[in-house]
């Protein structure tokens, strides 16, 4: 039996500590062993970078359970080369738990990517959005074509997780693993709050070939 859910306005402090107590109950019903197996360590073939948007949880949105991601969350789901975070995470996935895929998912509706399409002064993370609106700028022509307001979003949602996951590629951690033999995959995905699904983007690169050339290293 499934751990009774509780409307987000009733969430508090005790419900949290309550549910995780549902939680466990339910999975040692389902598997005896499943936290015994979980405690000896993870081999998650997959490293996920997404929004921190309560709405797209890592997890519940591709059916996979504890140990099965590894996981990297942030406003708007960027991704930039002097972010020590993110490195560090892409670094542990890609050389210790030898991920096989690396996967930039970005979402429509995204808070972040629309505070980047205004001129609206927010606070501190200007700064952060500031990385989406270079996006713009990389895809001005494209994105000046589009007239409709709804559509430029969606569509700088979609660059937004392209050129992440571009810069993932960048990384000299991902053209090391590439040179090394190592297999592995990045991709952009992006995930409709309005239907729940995922759409791959198409723009998967394996291999060192992929990389635009100013950005090898060797
Ligand atoms: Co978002």
């Known amino acids: 039996m499934c751990a009774k859910t509780i409307e987000t306005k009733d969430i508090s402090y005790e419900t949290l500590l309550q549910g995780n107590r549902d939680w466990v109950k339910d999975m040692q019903d389902s598997d005896p062993t499943f936290f015994d197996k979980l405690s000896e360590g993870q081999n998650p073939p997959v490293l996920w970078i997404g929004c921190s948007d309560s ?17 990297h969350r ?5 991704v930039v080369h002097t972010d020590m975070n993110m490195l560090s995470v892409l670094d542990y996935s890609v050389n210790v738990l030898k991920v096989k895929h690396v996967i930039v998912c970005g979402h429509y509706g995204c808070g972040g990517v629309k505070a980047a399409l205004g001129n609206k002064q927010v606070g501190i993370i200007d700064n952060w959005l500031r990385n989406i609106r270079d996006v713009y700028r990389t895809h001005d022509r494209e ?3 589009i007239k409709d307001a709804e559509q430029k979003f969606d569509r700088l949602v979609e660059l937004n997780a392209i050129e992440g996951a571009a810069n993932i590629m960048n990384t000299s951690i991902v053209q090391n693993a590439w040179s090394n033999g190592q297999e592995l995959s990045v991709h952009a995905w992006v995930y409709s709050l309005k239907t729940g699904i995922i759409k791959d983007l198409k723009v998967t690169s394996s291999s060192l070939d992929d990389v635009t050339p100013v950005f090898k290293v060797s």
């Open 74 to 78: 942030n406003i708007a789901n960027v």
């Open 143 to 145: 994105m000046e074509t």
């Open 55 to 71: 709405r797209v949880p890592a997890n519940q949105i591709t059916n996979t359970k504890p140990g099965d991601v590894f996981v």
